[in-house]
């Protein structure tokens, strides 16, 4: 199959009243070959074209209750859970990943940090699968430099959960050797699901594109999306 | 009817809030061995009778007030109905 190097395949960034990544997902998937079109959470359907789907980070309806709680039930996201069971592509990034995670289409839960304070700093992480359409971008155990900002980011699982996950490959990021930042079991940091086409972290590869501002590994796992969101748009129909 | 759901962190699983609790209690003297914080929810709603009340409940606690992963729930009923 032949892919056109330029062609642009549309990324949808949903925006829910709350979501506050939403631009910075844009612009930094529009630099990296991405059309990319922020959709409000009220659309019942995705726009025409999309190859892949970004939930932004944020603090959708005020966090109210649990993290994504609400925002899960949002008309977008029986669209969104749709085109992941089509095997769409879907990255939810922080709050996004919370959505994700209350939505059941990843595994596990995400829980107030173990220190109660809210994390904002760079991270290393582990790159533990480096074959998901998320991650081929990335050398074989390649640790990645990019920021955190949360206070509800202590991914958990209980012991059956976590062993099982170990064994089906779905822990794709792990923070580095003393760089949990938030108490997270087995020091996970982002999760896929059995298909590998739905994965969330809580770092922030958006604000890590830029030498401007540090780091530019997000441009890694926003990358590998890019690139594979360009291949499955050229599948004809 | 009215109905109160109360919403708590399962046994096993670490409560961070519980335990910042606990030790602002122990530094105010209180001889305090465990604190453990949750959630309330209050509720006013349609129901036939308490059974149906319960189930209608028990639905709203696995679709959104708990997280079963983590969070157990006990709903009490209001007696005057």
Redesign the interface.
Request: hydrophobic share 70%; aromatic share 0%.
């Given at each position: 199959m032949t892919v056109a190097p330029d062609l642009r395949p549309r990324i949808a960034v949903v925006v829910f009243p709350g979501s506050n990544d939403d631009r910075d997902a844009q612009l930094a998937l529009e630099l990296l070959g991405a059309e990319a079109v922020r959709v409000w959470h009220t659309e019942g359907e995705l726009p025409i074209g999309t190859a892949g789907v970004v939930l932004p980070g944020g603090f959708s309806y005020g966090d109210y209750l649990r993290c994504g709680a609400i925002a899960r039930f949002s008309p977008v996201m029986g669209a969104v859970a749709a085109f992941a069971g089509d095997g769409g592509l879907v990255l939810g990034i922080c709050n996004g990943f919370q959505i994700l995670t209350e939505a059941g289409l990843l595994p596990g839960t995400l829980r107030p940090n173990e220190s109660l304070s809210f994390v904002c700093r760079d991270v290393a992480v582990r790159v533990e699968r480096h074959d998901l359409p998320f991650t081929s971008r990335c050398r074989a155990g390649a640790t990645l430099t990019i920021p955190v900002k949360h206070g509800e980011g202590c991914w958990f699982a209980n012991g059956e959960l976590l062993a099982e996950l170990e064994v089906s490959g779905g822990i794709v990021l792990r923070y580095a050797a003393g760089e949990n930042p938030n108490g997270a079991v087995g020091d996970v940091a982002g999760v896929a699901n059995a298909g590998g086409n739905v994965f969330g972290l809580m770092p922030h590869p958006e604000h890590a594109v830029d030498p401007l501002l540090g780091s530019t590994d997000g441009a890694l796992v926003l990358g590998s999306l890019v690139d594979a969101a360009r291949l499955s748009s050229a599948v004809p129909v | 009817m009215r109905a109160t759901v109360l919403v708590r962190p399962k046994a096993g699983?670490?409560d961070?809030?519980g335990q910042?609790v606990e030790s602002s209690l122990q530094h105010l003297g209180f001889a305090v061995d465990e604190a453990r914080v949750g959630r309330l929810v209050d509720l006013e709603i349609d129901a036939a009778d308490a059974a149906d009340a319960r189930a209608q409940i028990e639905r709203m606690c696995e679709q959104?007030?708990a997280?079963p992963?983590?969070e157990s729930y006990e709903i009490e009923l209001a007696e005057d109905a």
């Open positions: - | 699983i670490l961070p809030q910042a959104l007030l997280n992963l983590i």
